[in-house]
């Protein structure tokens, strides 16, 4: 029993690290089965497919990173303060993603969504319901920032989602110049998309 | 001469539609050439690998884009304007793409750039040249509507980066909702980012 699920875990980590270095497509059961060092017959024993397999692995790494955001953003820190951790835990994960392979891997929900979501209904259904999370725990923090007077916009969801669509493509782009400096602008952009009063002001109370 | 020429046009062709409906890595030589009803042999005649045809389908796709960004951002209308023409140039193209192949495809460069950029350098700095590109052209629309007082943004191109981020991202959630509507709030999302006067204000020269 130890060893079965300990061979579900291999598999799993195994999946998420070659998914985030090479994508969904490129990879074969056979060598996710290698890179875990399990058999085979032990990958169809846990997974029916490898799109089941991909299901698993983005679900292992949602659970872990909800449970982030939701320390970051249910915490006791002032709402603006708590968006502006969120900002420089997802720099600190990306650099630290690089560290350990080498190079920025990005979002793995955003890598999937660009290479699958037209391809498979059930990993776009399920990276929807991610996102839509995403956007309904930042909406939270912001509509608190609105009714402390400290930002001025009115659709708190439609700004919701305009600071994961910067986060998205800034983290796409530190992918693509394997640079973590570019989410460096990341939380004044949000500031912005949030017409935030100026931090000074905002410390002022004014 | 005109054939085989043709043959090229036929390969890029059904390249350009087989990646944007299902990612590079998904696609064999051989699908390729059947989608472009050319012989496998015609294929290593005029590429000589997957990638130079990848590099070439980003060249192509890149040649038609830059002239439609170059008419729409180098035009006579307000600087403003001329953005704004971009974001719903955005929107129409993500239409159209739709509307032909029922699934809405996303930007062909973000699309390559999660899904290979880590993996091969050449693409890597292909892609860096293309969206490098991108944020000129839009840093000197920026510094434009700045020099007009239109904008309160200081680095015009740190805020051409947080626009075609802002672009990037929307079009990642186009795609992953299958849905144009998601780039209705584009244009409102760079106004903020770029620290714009309101509309209104900025009519009336204030």
Redesign the interface.
């Known amino acids: 029993m130890g060893r079965t699920s300990d061979a579900r875990e291999k598999i799993l980590g195994a999946a998420q690290s070659l998914i985030e ?3 969904y ?2 990879l074969g059961v056979a060598e996710i089965c290698k890179a875990a060092g399990v058999p085979k017959g032990s990958f169809y024993y846990f997974f029916a497919s490898k799109e089941a397999l991909a299901l698993a692995t983005i679900d292992e790494h949602w659970a872990e990173q909800e449970r982030a955001w939701k320390h970051i953003l249910t915490g006791a820190a002032e709402p603006l303060q708590r968006l502006r951790r969120l900002c420089e835990a997802t720099e600190a994960a990306q650099r630290a993603g690089q560290q350990s392979c080498g ?4 979002c793995l929900f ?2 999937l ?7 498979t209904e059930a990993i ?1 259904a399920r ?2 319901e991610i ?1 839509d999370a995403q956007v309904e725990m930042i909406d939270a923090v912001i509509a608190e920032a609105r009714a402390r007077d400290e930002v001025t916009v009115t659709d708190t969801r ?1 700004a919701a ?2 600071v ?7 983290v ?2 530190a ?4 640079s973590t400096r ?1 989410l460096g ?1 990341l939380w004044a ?1 949000c500031l ?4 935030a009063r100026a931090p000074g002001e905002v410390a002022a109370g004014l």
């Open positions: 270095l090479r994508g497509s490129a190079t920025v891997s990005g955003g890598n969504t660009l290479e699958l979501s037209n391809q776009r990276l929807q996102f439609e989602r305009s994961v669509a910067q986060l998205e493509g800034q796409l782009f992918k693509l110049y394997n570019r602008p952009n912005a998309l949030l017409g």
